[in-house]
């Protein structure tokens, strides 16, 4: 199996990724990215050469095997920049952990080239079609929201397997195409666009991942980090980026503020914007501090070879669920109060605020059917959603 391609180094701050130096370019690339509706290939080149794409993969493949909280630190970084671009490379880079759990073939395959080989992503399995062959399946379709698969060499697709279940099916970028559909007001740069499958093709049985073995933390690797359930890690991608971008918001509102036309002093010594600035404080800090929690708690208890409590499973997938809602308020805070500029299209407030409510509107971030899961649990139902 191929070794990394460079050792394994630390920035100043002792992280293995180092995220610090890529944050002017991602700023500086923002409004590229937005304008073109693709994040920058300049972007992506550089947070492989930080170390951020394969942070997640297993060492004998040339990752890092960061820990959950130092990825989805870097993560929040990069979105305090550009929520599109922490959108797309915590997605694509979140797919080297679902390899990892997945049969060694699969990962020999895809990292041949190199471990910054990247994979896109479409889970949802309504458009696809599946049929059971002699070592395989046959696979075909068309799936919505494949963020940043311009860039992908790979893609993991949903789809139903009659007679069983849910697998998820990883295919080569020569046997899918790429159709430009995201016109969107908000996350522009995510350049989520359909991957179609027409014929189909073949996919070796080797390259599926049963949902069920994602949900039993099955995995051959070293490193107890991968009993983590994949669906723990990835359900974070999607809504981490909201964490940093409401972070980004605060610190364009208050510059506003102290660059305002008006005495600054002024907005400083009211009442309504000093408490709505530290309810945003507060609101992005408890988000933060959740999540790691959560992954620590989780962390324990793996490197300790303790299966995880199932109602614990389902409080964190609840938990997870809340953070665009909860991000969402803070920014709407602020932008109700952030005065006449914030309505022109080009006031950076107005982006934040648009790019999460379009990150609402993924499937994993409608917390409905995770709070119906966790009070039913806790009033002695059995967990009803093996995403967990």
Not at 246 to 269: I, M, Q, Y
Not at 290 to 300: A, C, I, P, T, V
Request: glycine share 8%; with cysteine.
């Amino acid at each position: 199996m191929p070794e990394g391609a460079a050792a394994e180094t630390f920035n100043s701050e002792g992280s293995a990724i180092d995220i610090q130096s890529v944050l002017p370019l991602i700023r500086r690339l923002g409004p590229q990215g937005r304008a073109e509706r693709q994040v920058a290939q300049e972007a992506i080149e550089a947070l492989k050469q930080a170390g951020f794409m394969r942070a997640l993969l297993p060492k004998p493949w040339g990752g890092l095997e960061v820990s959950p909280q130092e990825f989805f630190r870097a993560q929040i970084r990069m979105a305090e920049e550009d929520m599109s671009t922490a959108w797309v490379a915590g997605i694509i880079a979140v797919h080297a952990y679902q390899l990892a759990l997945m049969d060694r073939r699969a990962l020999d395959e895809v990292y041949a080239d190199g471990p910054n080989t990247l994979i896109s992503s479409s889970y949802n399995p309504v458009g696809a079609k599946v049929q059971a062959v002699p070592g395989g399946f046959k696979f075909g379709g068309r799936w919505g929201w494949s963020s940043g698969a311009e860039h992908c060499s790979w893609a993991l697709l949903g789809g139903i397997v009659p007679g069983e279940d849910y697998r998820t099916f990883l295919v080569p970028r020569t046997e899918y195409r790429i159709e430009d559909t995201w016109f969107v007001y908000g996350l522009q740069a995510t350049g989520s666009n359909d991957v179609v499958i027409d014929p189909p093709v073949f996919v070796p049985e080797h390259r599926t991942h049963k949902r069920l073995d994602g949900f039993n933390c099955t995995h051959t690797q070293d490193n107890p980090m991968y009993s983590i359930p994949w669906a723990q890690i990835f359900v974070r991608v999607v809504s981490t980026p909201a964490i940093g971008a409401a972070r980004h918001a605060l610190r364009v509102f208050t510059g506003a503020a102290e660059g305002s036309s008006t005495d600054p002093t002024k907005l400083r010594n009211d009442p309504d914007i000093a408490k709505r600035v530290a309810e945003t404080v507060n609101d992005i800090d408890q988000a933060e501090v959740l999540l790691l929690h959560n992954f620590d708690r989780m962390m324990q208890r793996v490197q300790a070879g303790e299966a995880l409590d199932m109602l614990d499973r389902v409080r964190y997938r609840y938990q997870a669920s809340t953070v665009i809602d909860a991000m969402t308020r803070a920014v709407d805070r602020l932008f109700e109060v952030a005065g006449g500029r914030s309505v022109f299209n080009d006031a950076a407030i107005q982006d934040i605020w648009r790019d999460i409510r379009v990150a609402r509107a993924h499937v994993a971030n409608n917390p409905t059917a995770f709070a119906r899961n966790l009070g039913g649990m806790a009033l002695g139902a059995e967990n009803g959603d093996p995403f967990v």
